[in-house]
């Protein structure tokens, strides 16, 4: 029997545009048509359905949920803030205290306003100053009721999909222009930080606790040769250690928000920057099982990259871990593994906050559309019933026992 920490957070996370449908005003609404692919239309109607899916989160024994606010919802016109909307969150946020589960907040998860991306997006300077104002409302709002906030979602899978593989709006393949969006979403961060800080100070609120969702990766060298190697050191370095090294240098972090999913098997091709950062081998999985999208199953990754961790000297928490499989025992199993791993770093003297899970619900999987299942609660599309799966029931066992069976 593992025993996990006394105030652990155990929960699942969602984002405002995968769940809540009808961001009429945010740029993947308009991108995801223009580009002819599934749409995220009414998406799982959360926007509506948010109470009978937190009083489910509470069966199942969360007490965290991590969920996004759509920027474009509460600024749908460049300066024009609605009140309704920002309202719509405070309920949102009082729904779940009500419930006894801890609101993680995230303030910006992939999509910009379109009005912003008519201007350039995180490539514009302007963003920085934008995003602040949004923030700044945003927060003094609710800060009377948040401890936990994440400023920005995964700031290097944004830049791969959008600026170097040119999958995402506004699909460009620009090192230059991922330098310059690289740096604007360093400087929101930084700003949104001090700013918070601010705020909570000027509402007499106790220090809130800060960060952003790091995606971090397994990167492993498909062969022994120099080059295969050095690909992973550079990918490792730019993609996962990088940005948060810098967030730390300037005293920004007050925990660190860790999105783990899978591993990258580089294979490089020659010695270009593009083949360096990018090259792969998706079929050397070595008989490891996958996940839907053929993502490698790989909980070991975890484990070194939370002991990797240790030096910035910083408490922890997972703010996504999860799969999509049409084989629910799978799903219990891949939570079961990284449980273990997640346990071992700990008693390795690593200060882990919590686990919040990728999904609460089905979702839309952006550029991927519907059919990837990531959700602890089976969403049925037809009609927007909510049934939680055998994992879910499994998972609630440890949240509510903070214990896992081995
Ligand atoms: C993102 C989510 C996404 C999930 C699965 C994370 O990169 O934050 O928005 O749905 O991974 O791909």
Same mark, same amino acid.
């Given at each position: 029997?593992?025993?996990?920490?006394?105030?652990?957070?155990?929960?699942?996370?969602?984002?405002?545009?995968?769940?809540?449908?009808?961001?009429?005003?945010?740029?993947? #609404?308009?991108?995801?048509?223009?580009?002819?692919?599934?749409?995220?239309?009414q998406?799982?109607?959360?926007?509506?359905?948010?109470?009978?899916?937190f009083?489910?989160? %509470?069966?199942?024994?969360?007490?965290?949920?991590?969920?996004?606010?759509?920027?474009?919802?509460?600024?749908?016109?460049?300066?024009?803030?609605?009140?309704?909307?920002?309202?719509?969150?405070?309920?949102?946020?009082?729904?779940?205290?009500?419930?006894?589960?801890e609101?993680?907040?995230?303030?910006?998860?992939?999509?910009?306003?379109? #009005?912003?991306?008519?201007?350039?997006? #995180?490539?514009? %300077?302007?963003?920085?100053?934008?995003f602040?104002?949004?923030?700044?409302?945003?927060?003094?709002?609710?800060?009377?009721?948040?401890?936990?906030?994440v400023?920005?979602?995964?700031p290097?899978?944004?830049?791969?999909?959008?600026?170097?593989?040119g999958?995402?709006?506004?699909?460009?393949?620009?090192?230059?222009?991922?330098? %310059?969006v690289?740096?604007?979403?360093?400087?929101?961060?930084?700003?949104?930080?001090?700013?918070?800080?601010?705020?909570?100070?000027?509402?007499?609120?106790?220090?809130?606790?800060?960060?952003v969702?790091?995606?971090?990766?397994?990167?492993?060298?498909?062969?022994?040769?120099?080059?295969?190697?050095?690909a992973?050191?550079?990918?490792?370095?730019?993609?996962?250690?990088?940005?948060?090294?810098?967030?730390?240098?300037?005293?920004t972090?007050?925990?660190?928000?860790?999105?783990?999913?899978?591993?990258?098997?580089?294979?490089?091709?020659?010695?270009?920057?593009?083949?360096?950062?990018?090259? %792969?081998?998706?079929?050397?999985?070595?008989?490891?099982?996958?996940?839907?999208?053929?993502?490698?199953?790989?909980?070991?990754?975890?484990?070194?990259?939370?002991?990797?961790?240790?030096?910035?000297?910083?408490?922890?928490?997972?703010?996504?871990?999860?799969?999509?499989?049409?084989?629910?025992?799978?799903?219990?199993?891949?939570?079961?593994?990284?449980?273990?791993?997640?346990?071992?770093?700990?008693?390795?003297?690593?200060?882990?906050?919590?686990?919040?899970?990728w999904?609460?619900l089905?979702?839309?999987?952006?550029?991927?559309?519907?059919?990837?299942?990531?959700?602890?609660?089976?969403?049925?599309?037809?009609?927007?019933?909510?049934?939680?799966?055998?994992?879910?029931?499994?998972?609630?066992?440890?949240c509510?026992?903070?214990?896992?069976?081995?």
């Amino acid at each position: 029997m593992l025993k996990f920490p006394q105030n652990f957070l155990w929960g699942a996370a969602t984002s405002a545009f995968q769940v809540e449908g009808n961001n009429i005003h945010s740029d993947w #609404w308009e991108w995801e048509k223009q580009r002819g692919q599934e749409v995220s239309g009414q998406a799982c109607c959360h926007y509506q359905l948010y109470k009978q899916d937190f009083a489910l989160a %509470k069966e199942l024994g969360h007490n965290a949920h991590r969920f996004s606010i759509e920027w474009a919802r509460v600024e749908p016109r460049e300066g024009e803030f609605s009140d309704t909307q920002i309202k719509h969150y405070l309920d949102v946020i009082l729904s779940l205290k009500s419930l006894g589960i801890e609101p993680i907040v995230t303030l910006y998860h992939f999509t910009i306003p379109s #009005w912003l991306a008519r201007q350039g997006g #995180w490539q514009n %300077k302007k963003a920085i100053a934008y995003f602040l104002r949004y923030i700044e409302k945003i927060v003094t709002e609710l800060c009377e009721h948040v401890h936990f906030w994440v400023t920005i979602n995964e700031p290097m899978v944004y830049i791969y999909y959008s600026y170097i593989l040119g999958d995402w709006p506004p699909q460009q393949r620009s090192f230059f222009s991922a330098k %310059k969006v690289l740096d604007n979403l360093l400087n929101a961060h930084i700003g949104a930080y001090w700013l918070i800080r601010r705020v909570y100070a000027e509402k007499n609120c106790n220090r809130p606790m800060i960060s952003v969702a790091k995606n971090l990766q397994a990167f492993v060298a498909f062969s022994n040769s120099f080059r295969d190697r050095c690909a992973v050191y550079l990918r490792n370095r730019f993609f996962n250690l990088n940005f948060v090294e810098t967030l730390r240098r300037s005293n920004t972090l007050d925990y660190i928000g860790i999105n783990y999913y899978s591993r990258m098997v580089a294979q490089t091709r020659n010695w270009g920057l593009r083949s360096l950062l990018i090259d %792969k081998n998706d079929n050397a999985d070595f008989g490891l099982k996958k996940n839907s999208l053929g993502w490698v199953i790989y909980p070991q990754g975890l484990y070194d990259l939370l002991l990797s961790l240790k030096s910035f000297n910083l408490p922890i928490m997972i703010l996504e871990n999860g799969i999509c499989t049409d084989d629910d025992n799978l799903r219990w199993e891949f939570i079961r593994q990284h449980l273990e791993k997640i346990h071992l770093a700990i008693s390795k003297g690593i200060n882990i906050l919590g686990y919040i899970y990728w999904s609460l619900l089905d979702n839309y999987e952006w550029d991927k559309g519907f059919s990837p299942r990531f959700g602890l609660i089976e969403v049925d599309y037809n009609n927007f019933e909510r049934k939680p799966r055998e994992s879910a029931k499994r998972f609630a066992q440890v949240c509510t026992s903070g214990m896992l069976n081995e």
